[in-house]
């Protein structure tokens, strides 16, 4: 069973920058993809970025891309998040994920097979 921590949530005023982190231990995020999801309260989880198992390939939304940065280091079995110019619509609870399959990125939560328990992200105006 692959367990999933994420670090690095906090408070930010809008227009800083925080970096998550996402370590897998009792398994290994290798030759999956990863990916990030976030939650905002009264709302559906959503994609936010998803990168392939090398890191030469990566995805985000539209609402992120240009702000977030994918990337994972696989010798340190860890995928991170940088969000830069982050915004008060950011706020929400961040989840990192690995995927079912191997080989490419994935967009939608039912391709992932294990979660983290997530981390807070509040942006203040």
């Known amino acids: 069973q692959v367990q999933l921590v994420e670090s690095g949530g906090g408070l930010v005023q809008a227009g800083g920058s925080l970096r998550l982190s996402c370590a897998a231990s009792?398994?290994?995020?290798?030759?999956?993809?990863a990916g990030w999801f976030r939650q905002a309260p009264g709302k559906e989880r959503e994609f936010v970025a998803a990168i392939n198992w090398t890191g030469g390939r990566s995805n985000y939304s539209d609402s992120v891309k240009g702000r977030f940065t994918i990337s994972r280091d696989n010798a340190k079995n860890t995928v991170d998040l940088q969000m830069n110019s982050l915004k008060p619509e950011d706020t929400a609870v961040y989840y990192c994920a690995r995927s079912k399959r191997v080989g490419s990125t994935y967009i939608l939560a039912e391709d992932y097979m294990y979660w983290g328990q997530g981390t807070q992200v509040t942006v203040s105006s």
């Open positions: 009792r398994g290994t995020f290798t030759p999956y993809g």
